[in-house]
């Protein structure tokens, strides 16, 4: 059997290993939506990316994508207020959402947004599920909680990253997180179960396998395959 010829697979396996372990490395931007009609049709599977502004959102997709700058477009004036999508090596999407609770965005503006934001998540055809980026210095606030509020129903599930956790001591960060469990138990009750937590830092790059893991389970097998 020596002379046979090997069996060389067509896809080099290293990149579908990457897109599976890593699945958020070396997202590119895609496009950016100010209105329903503006998303992406392609029907390709999206993770929507939200949180307060300022709690380490943008921060946490560059940890993860490992890129320093990507989510800046999110930063970048007149985009702020936008859904900017990022595309995945898998093909999937990313769905940075705008940050919430910035005091100094108008009324009209606000509700405008709420309302898109609560549509978009509550009706969002190929949304696969919710990244949600605290500080897990201040936790749950009441908007995270409206957030947690549109988008549970739907049945899909959610991944906390409790972030900055490196202003946090050893015990401290048991304690939050105890804490956060014990909150999100009582009060979201049979939906805590769809709702996953974890310890997070972009700076020390702490908590970045576990948010892997729970994204590369919500592509399950579309991982690594380069859907258009
Ligand atoms: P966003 O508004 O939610 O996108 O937040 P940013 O990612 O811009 O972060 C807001 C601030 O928190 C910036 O000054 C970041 O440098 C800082 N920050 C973000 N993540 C971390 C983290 O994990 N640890 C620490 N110490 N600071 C962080």
Not at 143 to 151: P, S
Not at 207 to 220: F, K, Q, V
């Amino acid at each position: 059997m020596a002379n046979q010829p090997r069996i060389v697979p067509k896809q080099p396996r290293r990149t579908e290993s990457a897109a599976t372990a890593h699945p958020l490395r070396h997202a590119e931007f895609l496009t950016t939506a100010a209105q329903w009609e503006q998303l992406p049709t392609g029907g390709a599977p999206e993770i929507a990316v939200a949180g307060r502004s300022n709690a380490g959102k943008s921060s946490a997709i560059n940890a993860l994508a490992q890129r320093a700058r990507l989510a800046y477009v999110s930063k970048t004036p007149g985009r702020t207020q936008h859904i900017n999508l990022f595309r995945l090596t898998s093909g999937a999407l990313l769905a940075d959402l705008p940050g919430y609770g910035y005091a100094r965005v108008p009324e009209a503006m606000r509700r405008h947004w709420q309302h898109f934001i609560a549509r978009y998540l509550a009706e969002r055809a190929p949304l696969i599920g919710l990244l949600v980026v605290m500080d897990a210095r201040h936790p749950l606030t009441d908007l995270d909680r409206q957030l947690l509020g549109w988008f549970l129903p739907s049945g899909r599930p959610v991944h906390v990253l409790l972030t900055k956790s490196d202003k946090l001591g050893r015990e401290a960060q048991a304690k939050v997180l105890a804490q956060v469990r014990d909150e999100v138990k009582r009060d979201y009750g049979a939906r805590a179960d769809a709702i996953g937590l974890q310890l997070f830092s972009s700076t020390h790059a702490t908590g970045i396998a576990a948010a892997e893991t729970a994204i590369a389970d919500w592509l399950g097998p579309l991982s690594g395959q380069a859907t258009p």
